[in-house]
């Protein structure tokens, strides 16, 4: 019976804005239970980077796990040889240099007819219209699944992710999920025999290339979608947020004294569009006289290990200038998220500077509403530029 203390938490204000509480959890229950999460959180940022590579303790195998029932077991819900024979398989889809030397120029083409197309309209919302857009698109490439439309990308992503993040078991966010993973297995039956005949740099191609189990290249399809369209999505249309309400900052990008690369780095350290992770535990271990037991599941909370007091000077406020080097929005062990690199070169090398380059006069109309712990970003963004 494990002893960590116990703590509560009201889920919708949590969903509305986790980091008071995840404030008072660093500070006073850095390790604690949550019963209606039936997890325990660990939530400053040294406890998790250094306890997420101890797969031998804390395992991403969850056979119970939501995601693992109702996705599949995907290479991140593997350890050790298992996880790596996948994640090398996927390789030549992800490295940077195929980011750079293959996906950088379809990234820049998706993103040239967006922007012609929303131009003339003179606003928009921009989760949306524009940020769901470009991500199902973007997907659709790096996935292989171009048979489908970037709505329906977008809507098997968040079927999957709120079914991924269900823990109330509500029964009509689960049959939603199965719904949405069943349309994805079609897809992929479809374009199978193609990618056969005539293989590409998708993640479905290379998997097929790399002689994977279909269940693997199945899961593993499921994963990226989840995952990749709703953080592409929640993190540019965030950083736009962020720029466009921190003027100061944008000027910093402008004026060349920071990189959008430093924006993307600071605004995923201080909003974390995943800004959790779960765990298994595998054997019984004591962390900080707190004992853990096989079976009990932990949730590595990067959304607080990203605001840890002991580790950034601004915790709690968007300043480029700060060192955020110690944040962890893609992970810190083996399972360090393996579209980073897409994901950082889309937004901050291609989509954002785009935009404020060509939408003069890009402002706000009204404050966006944020949701989310597990997964967060903008839930509606209006946004009006000039069109001259």
């Known amino acids: 019976m494990q002893n960590a203390p116990t703590y509560d938490l009201d889920l919708a204000e949590f969903w509305q804005d986790p980091y008071p509480e995840l404030k008072r959890l660093r500070a006073d229950f850095p390790i604690a239970y949550v019963p209606q999460l039936d ?70 083409s998706l993103t040239n007819e967006l922007l012609d197309d929303m131009f003339p309209l003179g606003q928009a919302d921009m989760v949306r219209d524009i940020a769901r857009r470009i991500s199902g698109e973007v997907l659709k490439a790096m996935t292989g699944l171009t048979n489908i439309t970037w709505e329906e990308m977008d809507r098997v992503s968040q079927g999957m992710i709120d079914g991924c993040a269900n823990y109330v078991g509500d029964p009509e966010v689960e049959a939603r999920c199965h719904d949405c993973t069943s349309a994805i297995d079609d897809y992929i039956s479809d374009l199978m025999p193609v990618y056969a005949e005539a293989p590409d740099h998708s993640l479905l191609s290379v998997q097929l290339q790399k002689g994977l189990p279909e269940a693997a290249v199945r899961a593993n399809v499921k994963l990226s979608i989840s995952g990749g369209q709703n953080e592409l999505r929640d993190a540019l249309a965030g950083l736009v947020w962020a720029l466009l309400t921190h003027p100061e900052q944008l000027d910093l990008v402008r004026s060349g004294q920071a990189t959008w690369k430093d924006a993307f780095d600071e605004y995923c350290r201080w909003i974390s569009p995943i800004g959790m992770s779960p765990r298994r535990i595998a054997r019984r271990e ?103």
């Not at 350890?79 to 030397?101: C, F, L, N, Q, W």
């Not at 002991?310 to 962890?328: C, G």
């Not at 402002?363 to 989310?372: A, D, H, M, V, Y």
């Open 286 to 388: 004591e962390v900080h006289d707190v004992i853990l037991e096989p079976g009990d599941k932990v949730f590595f909370m990067f959304g607080s290990g990203n605001r840890d007091e002991r580790h950034f000077s601004d915790p709690d406020v968007f300043n480029i200038a700060q060192d955020s080097s110690a944040a962890m929005p893609f992970g810190a062990g083996p399972h360090y998220c393996a579209g980073a690199v897409a994901s950082k070169c889309m937004i901050a090398e291609v989509f954002v500077p785009e935009l404020f380059d060509r939408f003069t006069g890009l402002r706000l109309t009204t404050q966006p509403e944020f949701g989310g712990w597990a997964f967060r970003g903008p839930l509606s963004m209006p946004v009006q530029w000039d069109v001259i």
């Open 39 to 108: 997890a325990t959180l660990i939530t400053r940022r040294d406890d998790i980077f250094q306890n997420e590579k101890r797969v031998e303790v804390f395992s991403s195998d969850q056979p119970d796990g939501l995601m693992q029932r109702l996705m599949g077991q995907n290479m991140m819900r593997k350890d050790g040889k298992d996880h790596m024979v996948e994640r090398k398989a996927i390789y030549p889809s992800v490295s940077p240099k195929t980011v750079t030397g293959h996906w950088q120029e379809r990234f820049q």
